[in-house]
T-cell receptor
Framework: GDSVTQTEGQVALSEEDFLTIHCNYSASGYPALFWYVQYPGEGPQFLFRASRDKEKGSSRGFEATYDKGTTSFHLRKASVQESDSAVYYCALGDGGADRLTFGKGTQLIIQP | EAAVTQSPRNKVAVTGGKVTLSCNQTNNHNNMYWYRQDTGHGLRLIHYSYGAGSTEKGDIPDGYKASRPSQENFSLILELATPSQTSVYFC?????????????FGPGTRLTVL
């Protein structure tokens, strides 16, 4: 079945550092790829999506490029801020069942 | 603005008891979903629905039932709660765009089974 593997556990950075959270997927067909963000005490919220090879999704300074060749959708941000501290989820969309499969999440901790 | 609400927000139940978690959405979305969130597992899909009267099994349906009596409401039912079902549960709604639509999540229900 479909699966998503992302950077496990925590990533700890200082403000203005460059962020990369890795996401690789395994799926039949041509799924849409998503990033969601979850702040403490809230439900996850949609960050952005990409639906075809080489498409870049972006929002709030975060970006990721759909790479069908390497089956990846890595999340990047050039300069993180303390307010970016949250849990980030990579997900893929199953077109047949109209549902999402999520990775296990990566907690981003930004130290001031 | 999209709105998904859940009730209760916190629940303590006893082993063997029945628990019902409720979800309401005002987005007029066809699809609704129930997830549980656990450390080390992320978000896992329990049940989902394509519209009133429909329910589908997700990846971890054992021990859970779902009910979709209307477009707006989707319930998760634990007939015989067990401590392993202690978790945070999220409801979400989404359009029926064949896996390309974003999902809107509620604020979550924290369930503790003693």
């Amino acid at each position: 079945g479909d699966s998503v593997t992302q950077t496990e556990g925590q990533v700890a950075l200082s403000e203005e550092d460059f962020l990369t959270i890795h996401c690789n997927y395994s799926a039949s067909g041509y799924p849409a790829l998503f990033w969601y963000v979850q702040y403490p005490g809230e439900g996850p919220q949609f960050l952005f999506r990409a639906s075809r090879d080489k498409e870049k999704g972006s929002s709030r300074g975060f970006e990721a490029t759909y790479d069908k060749g390497t089956t990846s959708f890595h999340l990047r941000k050039a300069s993180v801020q303390e307010s970016d501290s949250a849990v980030y989820y990579c997900a893929l969309g199953d077109g047949g069942a109209d549902r999402l499969t999520f990775g296990k999440g990566t907690q981003l901790i930004i130290q001031p | 603005e999209a709105a998904v609400t859940q009730s209760p927000r916190n629940k303590v139940a006893v082993t063997g008891g029945k628990v019902t978690l409720s979800c309401n959405q005002t987005n007029n979305h066809n699809n609704m979903y129930w997830y549980r969130q656990d450390t080390g597992h992320g978000l896992r899909l329990i049940h989902y629905s394509y519209g009133a009267g429909s329910t589908e099994k997700g990846d971890i349906p054992d021990g859970y039932k779902a009910s979709r009596p209307s477009q707006e409401n989707f319930s998760l039912i634990l007939e015989l709660a067990t401590p392993s079902q202690t978790s945070v549960y999220f409801c979400a709604s989404g359009e029926d765009w064949g896996g390309f639509d974003e999902q809107y999540f509620g604020p979550g229900t924290r369930l503790t089974v003693l």
